[in-house]
């Protein structure tokens, strides 16, 4: 399975992908990253299982990404991993085509809740 990690943070790339292993989903291709605009275009490229982006970023936030990506008739299943966790921003990520939101700090246990319907441990 390939995952794609979007996150302008690179320290926040790493903590994603250490939960994700401590998730029980290691083992897995991680690519990442660094804004909207660049997961977009490596999305677009390659072939990914599973995206996990944060909301806010530069040159494109996580949700133009979503946008961008179910424009493009992409249905890759996409999960926010985001400090902002509103019950109107997991409704705006759930009408847009999310599977879900995590919001930070997160756990372990969070990301095996959001992710187990469509990542394979």
Do not use: Y
Request: proline letters at 2%; a negative charge; aromatic letters at 6%.
């Amino acid at each position: 399975m390939k995952i794609l990690v979007a996150d302008d943070s690179r320290a926040m790339r790493m903590i994603v992908i250490r939960t994700l292993r401590q998730a029980g989903f290691a083992g897995h291709v991680v690519i990442e990253a660094e804004n909207g605009k660049e997961a977009l275009e490596v999305a677009t490229r390659q072939s990914v299982d599973l995206i996990l982006s944060d909301w806010n970023m530069p040159e494109m936030t996580g949700l133009e990404f979503l946008r961008g990506l179910r424009a493009k008739g992409k249905r890759t299943p996409f999960c926010f991993v985001t400090s902002e966790g509103s019950d109107e921003m997991r409704e705006l990520a759930q009408a847009s085509g999310a599977v879900g939101l995590i919001a930070k700090p997160f756990t372990a246990e969070a990301f095996s809740d959001v992710l187990s319907s469509v990542v394979s441990a």
